[in-house]
Every structure is written in structure tokens, then in C-alpha cells.
């Protein structure tokens, strides 16, 4: 029975896939799209005082958007961060409230980080669809079923930068030119540690990428193209 319920699992998981998460909505998890031709530039961890603004400097000087999925205790920690967010154009998604490892924890438990980051982001002024990033791309079976109670879409990637562990620019900056392809979502870090790496690498890997023909889009843009 075990086995049955999990191979019906991989099923519902592998179509949904497939279909782009059309089919199957109660899981509601965002698949890239490879067939569109644009990026997706995406911030987990924030918002930091310090790295936060640099990313954004960057951002600004070379004219893109991106989708910063933040901590809820972070965000009430650096309220003008996410204001300057919002006033830059970029856009704001939940990451959970306490960067929580979501597998084995209660579904109340899970709810309410998501609902309490929520609330607060509505507070300091996000308007719109507010996607879920889940941390550690940790969410098995409960998580997208508390996702799709609360009405919202989880937000994967397909080009993880690895920025967390690399020790230089160029290890980051190879393994998104490496992994790039069209309808990427990319993942950088700007909070919870010393992101300095990050920040330096995203200014080597923005420039190159416009170069080689990419183009950056909003999150909620990408996701209205599907
Ligand atoms: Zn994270």
C-alpha cells in the first residue's frame, strides 16, 4: 500500500511536470517553462540591510527586475528594505517566516509561516500575487497541499548558482553560464550570511547574459506567458 501511494505520488508529480502544473491543482507547483525565451532573476534569504542594497544597485544600473523571495523575520527586521523593493519595481515572494525546514513539520505549523510572512509583506505595501519559495527546495507531500489551501503557486528554479557554498565569482558565474537555457529561473542569495560573493558575481553574470541575447522578465510576467 505504501509503495502504490508513492508510485501514485510520482505519477501526479511527473504529469504535473509535464503540464506545466495545469493539471493537477492541488500540489500548484510552478514548473519552468524551457520553451519561452526570457529569465527569471531571483534572490532568496533577504532582505539584508547591506546586500539587499547592492544587489539592487546592480540591478538598477543595468536596468532589470527580479523577484526577491524573502524571510518574514528578516522583512520585519529591514521594513525599508522591502519598500525600496517595492519602489524599485522588483517583486516579493514569501520564503517562510523562520527559513523553516518545512518536511516533518504540522500543517498549521506551515501555515502559519507562510500566513504571518504574508501579513506582513501586505502590511509594508506588496500588492499582487505573493508566490511561496519553500526553504531548502525542502517540501515533500504536506507543504503544497497547505500552498494550495492558502491559494498560492510555489515557485521553483532551474539554475541554481550554488552561490551559498562557492569560494569565488567565477565558480558561481560558470555554473549559470553552464546551466543557462531559455525560460531559466535563476537563484542567487542576499540574506542570511555573508553574501558579498553573490553580489560581485551578480555583477560578471548580468552583463554576459544580456550580451549572449537574454533577456530578464518579471516573475509574474513569466508566469502569465505560460
Ligand atoms: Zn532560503
Known amino acids: 500500500m505504501f509503495i502504490k501511494s508513492i508510485l501514485f505520488i510520482i505519477l501526479i508529480l ?28 531571483t534572490f532568496d534569504d533577504g532582505p539584508h540591510p547591506k546586500f539587499t542594497e547592492e ?19 528578516e522583512s520585519e527586521e529591514n521594513p525599508e528594505i522591502i519598500r525600496k523593493l517595492i519602489a524599485d519595481g522588483h517583486e516579493i515572494g514569501n520564503h517562510s517566516w523562520n527559513h523553516l525546514k518545512m518536511i516533518f513539520k504540522s500543517p498549521k505549523r506551515i501555515e502559519q509561516e507562510i500566513v504571518q510572512t504574508d501579513n506582513l509583506l501586505r502590511k509594508l505595501g506588496v500588492k499582487g500575487k505573493i508566490y511561496f ?17 492558502l491559494k498560492k503557486k510555489m ?22 553560464f553552464d546551466k543557462c537555457t531559455n525560460g531559466g529561473i535563476i537563484v542567487m542569495h542576499d540574506g542570511r550570511a555573508d553574501r558579498t560573493l553573490s553580489v560581485k558575481a551578480l555583477d560578471k553574470i548580468v552583463p554576459e547574459l544580456l550580451e549572449k541575447g537574454y533577456e530578464f522578465t518579471l516573475l509574474s510576467e513569466y508566469l502569465n506567458y505560460q
Open 155 to 176: 515557485v521553483l528554479w532551474n539554475i541554481p548558482t550554488k552561490d551559498y557554498k562557492a569560494k569565488s565569482v567565477e565558480e558561481i558565474s560558470k555554473r549559470v
Open 55 to 73: 544587489v539592487m544597485g546592480i540591478l538598477k544600473k543595468y536596468k532589470i527586475k527580479a523577484a526577491f523571495f524573502v524571510c518574514g523575520k
Open 133 to 149: 519559495r519553500p526553504p531548502f527546495m525542502r517540501f515533500l507531500f504536506i507543504t503544497p497541499i497547505v500552498v494550495a489551501k
Open 14 to 41: 511527473i504529469v504535473e511536470y509535464f503540464t506545466l502544473g495545469k493539471i493537477f491543482w492541488f500540489t500548484q507547483i510552478f514548473f519552468f517553462n524551457p520553451k519561452s525565451k526570457k529569465l527569471v532573476l
